[in-house]
């Protein structure tokens, strides 16, 4: 067994963005490099015609997760889809649902975001940062945490000839930003 899946073995993962292109991606090297993790939740945002635990049979019924079948196959099991809306203030989401989240979570993974380039600046905002905010807000109420991964929207730094892989300084304060939107 390597190091990584020894380290993701038991461990209760919480992904948003799972149904994005990153997220599913994510989703399916996790299952298959490490099978005996112990559950991965996803916030899954409702749709009119689809359930999110519709939505999560259809994401691992895709050629992507044939090899996690092999690997893992009870991976059906393995995944908990979360009604969660990151476009509310409050994600929308159960109080027990929040409850189990913050007990049980050891790792986030933060995918989602929206990569719409002309969306409303309002909905951009509040997808890419009013969320993220209120993302570790909650994670500093997960006792068992050990990791909070943020994974970026592309382009983040698009003014930039170069990006290194460094904390750039942000040029205007986030509060700034939710605060106008509001």
């Keep these: 067994m390597s190091t990584i899946a020894a380290f993701y073995g038991g461990k209760s993962i919480l992904i948003t963005g799972a149904t994005g292109f990153m997220g599913k991606v994510l989703m399916e090297k996790l299952f298959r490099t490490s099978p005996d ?3 991965i939740y996803i916030l899954v945002r409702p749709k009119a015609d689809q359930t999110p635990q519709q939505r999560v049979f259809q994401i691992l019924n895709s050629k992507l997760f044939e090899k996690v079948k092999e690997v893992c196959p009870d991976v059906h099991e393995k995944i908990r ?3 969660a809306d990151l476009n509310q203030s409050d994600f929308a989401i159960s109080k027990e649902d929040t409850q189990e989240l913050l007990s049980c979570t050891n790792i ?3 995918c989602a975001a929206t990569v719409c380039f002309d969306d409303h600046l309002r909905h951009a905002v509040q997808l890419n940062v009013a ?3 209120q993302l570790l807000l909650m994670a500093s109420q997960m006792p068992k ?3 909070f991964i943020h994974i970026s929207t592309a382009y983040s ?3 930039l000839k ?3 892989e460094v904390i750039y300084p942000c040029p205007v304060e986030p509060k700034k930003i939710i605060d ?3």
């Design 162 to 164: 170069h990006i290194d």
């Design 180 to 182: 106008s939107m509001e």
């Design 108 to 110: 986030v993974f933060h």
């Design 81 to 83: 889809a979360i009604s």
């Design 157 to 159: 730094n698009c003014n």
């Design 145 to 147: 945490l050990e990791a």
């Design 131 to 133: 969320a993220t905010q």
């Design 37 to 39: 993790l112990k559950v």
